[in-house]
């Protein structure tokens, strides 16, 4: 059984800067692409970035080149994002998710995290 | 970067009725699309992978359509319990991009 579990809520101060984890459980960890989407409160979804573990390749959104670095320890099967110069506009929720082989086929943002609630606020 | 697109923003239908939410994109994306479910306050689920199938364990009252830049969503007999905001997403290439929403409602 598939399982990412999300660090709790962080309130930060406009200019610094946010780590959120999420630990997977089920299945080979680097066999897998980690994504991380957001949701500002009453938007919809923004894809943020991927990390491939087995290669340690990322790919980020135009929108967040420069600001965003995800990572990946293979030896805690946890990834990691990090958002730096933090702003009002980044107050959202952060959710991880995961992709997934099926036979022929692989499922793009299968399973997901339960979501981190990141505050900018001074 | 593709652009998806998504109709209607909002819909208010009866229980038991037929449901049909599209979705379109920029240009061509195959069949590399998925769709969500996202009730209030939680993670997105999602129902429908590669556009037309349904993931393990979802009720077969959704169903998805469509290839290329023109897609659809339905649920044939709308139930209580589908109250929630639906999104596509599309993963043809990068950036991955969802649609904007559908919020829909029991009349």
């Known amino acids: 059984q598939v399982q990412l579990v999300q660090s709790g809520a962080e309130v930060k101060k406009p200019g610094s800067s946010v780590r959120v984890s999420c630990k997977t459980s089920?299945?080979?960890?680097?066999?897998?692409?980690l994504n991380w989407v957001r949701q500002a409160p009453g938007q919809g979804l923004e894809w943020m970035g991927r990390i491939i573990p087995m290669f340690g390749l990322t790919n980020y959104a135009q929108t967040f080149q420069g600001r965003v670095t995800i990572t990946a320890d293979e030896s805690t099967s946890t990834a990691y994002l990090e958002l730096s110069s933090l702003t009002s506009e980044d107050t959202a929720v952060y959710y991880c998710a995961r992709d997934e082989a099926k036979v022929g086929t692989s499922v793009f943002l299968h399973y997901w995290g339960q979501g981190t609630l990141v505050t900018v606020s001074s | 970067d593709i652009q998806m697109t998504q109709s209607p923003s909002s819909l208010s239908a009866s229980v038991g009725d037929r449901v049909t939410i599209t979705c379109q994109a920029s240009?061509?994306?195959?069949?590399?699309l998925n769709w969500y479910q996202q009730k209030s306050g939680k993670a997105p689920k999602l129902l429908i992978y590669?556009?037309?199938n349904l993931e393990t364990g979802v009720p077969s009252r959704f169903s998805g359509s469509g290839s290329g830049t023109a897609f659809s969503f339905t649920i044939s007999s709308l139930q209580p319990e589908d109250i929630a905001t639906y999104y596509c997403l599309h993963y043809d290439n990068l950036p991955f991009a969802f649609g904007p929403g559908t919020k829909v409602d029991i009349k």
């Open positions: 590669d556009a037309s």
């Open positions: 089920g299945g080979t960890f680097s066999s897998y692409n």
């Open positions: 240009q061509d994306i195959a069949n590399h």
